[in-house]
């Protein structure tokens, strides 16, 4: 293979339905800059829109009429409305495509759309609608109707099907390669059909050299080797090659020559330096032994491959993400949630982006920090950052993003915001973050002005002893007082929560529970989700479990799979017993019900009494936050426009003095700051310095420098007057 490789780059399905996930818009943008011919295809929203068409529901609908399945009352009743499902499908995609809004009315308050069971659960539609709107109810709705089909088409056709996890059951924990070898020997469903002939498309038309499928989670393997597998028997010439999230977490020591069947690498970790290694050698330009982070099959043995001396590629030149060829005006919008933030996840077209490489904590002993994608942290400057921002928008139209960093790094976000904020680019982005105590009321608000509308970050388990035994590096109070300020500059906060760590005590949870019951009752998260521990391969905990007090157990090592552990906390509860309850409690509180039941109200069991403050919360809350005085080195920064000036004489105790009005236009409102000539003056001339357009960053100190000795007071004097309260209160931050 002399000539440049052509490259078809899949993610398989499923992953989201809302927007693409970014690594094979990441590897194509990488790719192209290197002179290669790459093209990439979604098949998750490919399969979803091929499988929801007129033509295709027609097809799913004969397939279960002809299969002689025992059929539950609710599949019954879908098949009985086949009718009205066809007549109604496409609209209903159009609809959540947002290329057709003006059907909202229809489908919210006429008998457009058949319902199944999953309407069911719509009893408390109008409290949560009557102030969110009409085209958000009929996108709720239409949300319910698809997964009315999708039970339909697991409880018969393909067992598999999930609209974000497909056959996920397989890949997961799956130490053996036989479930899946087994599925895949198997003659392909109706669902893998319409799949492969999707593949077969994208096959004739690209004519690649190279098809490289990213395969993110677990959810997505199945999908992935269905398609190899169609590849290797329909166009043997073509290489495969396999990357992403599940190989870099659960193939680490691979050993599995079947696999090879179907698959001729997989690479790990970051994809970049990998494939220009792939490339150069399909080339003929390289020895296999210098491929780097690989797996191939040499000799029936599969080999990992890692003798290339290259460095990593640095985070600053990855280059920008390239979203061509991904078919974004046709992913859908849906809402299988009520709650504002929480519908993020399915609800717009975030294009998504990475502040920095890897984590800059790395300590969490939950997590799997020994791996390259959070050990290696590396960070772009923040005007590459923006430079690729505005390149994003340019080429997809759209200005929502999604960072999906481990947790993004306050420092760079704050010079992103800043630097967004002076090119005037207009964004709504969410992120992951760490709830530490650098995100400071005043960062919150610089985050929120330059576009943040919400965050998530992991509270895992409301126990301090817990957060110390995690190496989570935040205490309660301290989340507390984060989420307040990120709350209090209309940001949205998600708290990911987490049972069952090791030696965590029924106490510990019922206590647990109790400090989540506080923190939305005082309004400071809207949103949550709570996931049980699990033990993974790589993490502080599953390297050394005797040291946080639990036996790792099982599975039995395997030539395939090996991430998740199985594991005994004999020092704690059965921690099963909890996860109903502690799920019901969170989805109440996120709909603002139950809040003032105690925690023992969610369980059919008898549990011990919290022995939290109830005001815990409350407390840490209303602490006061440090004096302006205490910050010298705080860079002085303000978002607001430059005033006018104006000055007077006025008589006073016989004398005639100066005074100084200073007149602020605001998009909000307009409002006045009144002092004395001398500070008026000083203060018009440095809120001219300490604007996001001076790359000169002045601080407090500066300021307290530059302040008039003339002006009858002292510098602290000054940092506790009316004026200096009104500017901070306005858009003056420190930070």
């Known amino acids: ?13 499923l992953t989201q339905l809302n927007t693409p996930y970014p690594a094979t818009a990441y590897l194509k943008g ?4 290197r002179g290669y011919e790459v093209v990439q295809a979604d098949m998750g929203i490919e399969l979803v829109l091929r499988m929801f068409s007129r033509q295709g529901l027609q097809r799913i609908f004969e397939a279960v009429e002809q299969g002689g399945y025992e059929l539950s009352d609710n599949s019954l009743r879908i098949l009985h409305l086949k009718r009205e499902y066809l007549n109604t499908v496409e609209p209903v995609i159009r609809f959540l495509q947002n290329k057709d809004l003006t059907l909202a009315q229809q489908i919210s308050y006429s008998r457009f759309l058949p ?47 999930a609209f974000s996890r497909y056959a996920e059951k397989l890949a997961l924990s799956a130490t053996s390669f036989d479930p899946l070898e087994e599925a895949l020997q198997q003659a392909p ?48 010439s073509i290489k495969t090659a396999m990357g992403g999230g599940y190989p870099n977490t659960e193939l680490r020591s691979l050993r599995e020559p079947r696999l090879f069947k179907y698959i001729d690498f997989v690479t790990l970790d970051d994809g970049e330096g990998p494939w220009l290694k792939l490339l150069e050698h399909l080339q003929g330009q390289r020895e296999a032994a210098q491929l780097q982070r690989a797996f ?12 290339c001396t290259d460095p990593d590629i640095p985070h600053n030149e990855v280059g920008t993400p390239d979203y061509s060829d991904l ?6 919008s849906v809402i299988d949630v009520i709650n504002p933030m929480h519908r993020l996840w399915g609800d717009g077209r975030w294009n998504k982006l990475t502040i920095a490489h890897g984590c800059y904590w790395k300590r969490c002993s939950f997590c799997d920090v020994t791996l390259d994608y959070i050990n290696r942290y590396d960070v772009a400057p923040a005007t590459l950052l923006a430079d690729r921002i505005e390149q994003i928008i340019a080429q997809t139209g759209q200005t929502g993003f999604h960072f999906v960093d481990e947790a993004a790094p306050p420092a760079p976000l704050r010079d992103m915001a800043i630097e967004l904020i002076r090119r005037g680019v207009k ?6 973050i760490r709830f530490e105590k650098t995100f400071t009321p005043d960062l919150c608000r610089l985050l929120a002005a330059s576009g943040c509308i919400a965050v998530s970050g992991g509270l895992e388990v409301a126990s301090d002893r817990l957060l110390q035994l995690m190496a989570k590096g935040v205490s309660i109070e301290q989340v507390a007082r984060v989420t307040d300020s990120f709350t209090q500059a209309g940001i949205m906060v998600h708290a990911y929560l987490m049972y069952g760590f090791p030696t965590q005590t029924a106490q510990e949870t019922i206590d647990s529970l109790e400090v989540v019951r506080q923190l939305f009752e005082t309004g400071v998260i809207q949103s949550g989700y709570w996931h049980r521990f699990s033990m993974t391969a790589h993490s502080p905990i599953g390297k050394s479990p005797e040291k946080y007090g639990v036996v790792k157990v099982g599975p039995p090592e395997g030539d395939f799979a090996n991430n998740d552990l199985w594991h005994d906390d004999p020092k704690g509860t059965d921690h099963t017993l909890f996860g109903e309850g502690l799920s019901k409690a969170l989805y109440n509180y996120m709909h603002g019900v139950g809040l003032e039941e105690k925690p023992s109200f969610w369980f059919d069991f008898k549990v011990p009494r919290t022995t939290e403050s109830p ?37 006073q105790k016989g004398q005639t003095l100066e005074r100084c009005l200073l007149t602020f236009f605001e998009k909000g409102e307009d409002f006045e700051v009144k002092t004395t000539a001398t500070i008026g003056q000083w203060l018009f001339e440095v809120l001219q310095k300490v604007t996001p357009d001076n790359p000169e960053a002045i601080t407090l100190k500066q300021l307290e420098a530059s302040f008039p000795a003339e002006a009858h007071l002292s510098f602290d004097e000054f940092l506790n007057s009316p004026s200096w309260f009104d500017l901070r209160e306005k858009g003056l931050l420190l930070l």
């Open 1 to 13: 293979m002399e000539k440049k490789p052509i490259i078809l780059l899949i993610t398989p399905p």
């Open 30 to 33: 990488f790719l192209t800059g």
């Open 115 to 161: 319902e199944a069971s999953r309407f069911d659960q719509v009893e408390d539609i109008d409290w949560a609608f009557g102030s969110m709107g009409i085209t958000d109810r009929a996108r709720y709705l239409a949300t319910l109707y698809l997964e009315d089909l999708g039970d339909l088409i697991k409880e018969t056709i393909s067992p598999y099907f």
């Open 189 to 236: 469903s109706l669902v893998d059909l319409m799949l492969l002939e999707l593949l077969e498309e994208h096959l004739q038309q690209v004519q690649p050299d190279v098809v490289g499928l990213s395969i993110p989670f677990p959810g997505n393997l199945y999908g992935g080797l269905r398609m190899a597998k169609h590849i290797k028997e329909t166009h043997p």
């Open 296 to 307: 191939i099959l040499a000799d029936g043995e599969v080999t990992y491959m890692n003798n």
């Open 327 to 332: 078919p974004l005006r046709d992913y859908l």
């Open 427 to 432: 964004i709504s982005w969410w992120g992951n």
């Open 615 to 651: 005001n815990l919360i409350a407390e840490a809350i209303s602490a006061p936050h440090r004096p302006d005085s205490t910050r010298p080195n705080a860079r002085v920064l303000w978002l607001g426009n430059t005033p006018t000036i104006d000055f007077t004489m006025i008589a």
